[in-house]
């Protein structure tokens, strides 16, 4: 650095005085020639280190935003792309619905209904249900008894309700069982059978169903402790019933083979009469 009178290089840093400008200090540098004793200021190199930053940075948003200005698309051409990508995904599921397997005709079902990619339409959520539940498939069947038990897109029938339910809780459909445990419990679309609520609600418990577990325990107080252990005892021998590909027949858990075993059992712990 120079001294701006007489040129000379022997310059070095001065201090700054009580009685200058303290607010210049970021901006300005004091310096003092040692040759010709001139004191004079320059630019900090604080100062110019902040003009050089905020101007990197100035560029670096810029380019950014050039970048996303320039990759941005056009609206138009996106929305035709868009709806151009959504029609083949939904043709493609209703064409394989068309051809006949049950786990793609259950979810052209789904589709239909509320969350699903279509707008909501009952009705054909309806048809593919029907369509999946009559070759056996377990979630079919219980979409389709809850379609009739709440009346969209049929007429309401608690009975057709109870019967599609049904057939789903024997496959082992959780929420199937715990709804078939709600029905037998209110009686509706079948005969009020507190035991089998128990049944059913236990079933769906044990499958982690959370709801099943309050369902059991509300129907247990409507219960007496001979008729708990019996519901537990028809709970440990249900057996599932495999999906099939043909028309299910409407099942219950047969309760009578349960009785006449444990009326053997209770026969075969008596003893003997005295003079038998």
């Known amino acids: 650095m120079k001294c701006a009178r007489c040129e000379s290089m022997n310059v070095r840093r001065s201090s700054w005085k009580k009685s200058e400008d303290h607010m210049n200090h970021l901006l300005y540098a004091p310096y003092r020639c040692r040759d010709c004793k001139h004191r004079f200021f320059k630019f900090s190199g604080v100062f110019k280190l902040s003009v050089t930053a905020t101007l990197g940075l100035l560029a670096c948003v810029g380019f950014l935003i050039s970048i996303y200005l320039l990759s941005k698309p056009d609206p138009t051409i996106t ?5 151009h990508e959504i029609k083949p995904s939904r043709t493609l599921i209703l064409e394989k619905a068309n051809q006949g397997k049950a786990d793609d005709q259950y979810a052209a079902g789904l589709m239909y209904m509320p969350g699903g990619e279509f707008t909501i339409n009952y009705k054909e959520a309806l048809k593919w249900f029907d369509l999946a539940a009559k070759q056996g498939h377990a979630g079919a069947e219980f ?5 009739y038990r709440n009346g969209r897109g049929v007429l309401q029938d608690f009975t057709a309700a109870a019967q599609w339910v049904e057939k789903a809780a024997h496959k082992g459909h959780p929420e199937a069982q715990y709804q078939l445990g709600t029905l037998y419990k209110t009686g509706e679309g079948l005969q009020r059978d507190l035991m089998q609520a128990y049944v059913w609600y236990n079933l769906a418990s044990a499958q982690g169903y959370e709801p099943g577990i309050s369902g059991r325990n509300n129907v247990a107080n409507l219960m007496n402790a001979a008729e708990i ?3 537990q005892t028809l709970s440990r021998n249900f057996k599932l019933t495999p999906a099939s590909h043909g028309e299910d027949k409407p099942l ?13 059992d209770t026969s075969a712990k008596q003893p003997p009469q005295p003079g038998s």
Do not use: D
């Open 229 to 231: 252990l019996k519901a």
């Open 252 to 264: 219950a858990v047969n309760t009578e083979n349960v009785t006449k075993k444990n009326i053997v």
């Open 79 to 83: 929305a035709s792309l868009i709806a």
């Open 143 to 147: 979409n389709l008894g809850l379609l």
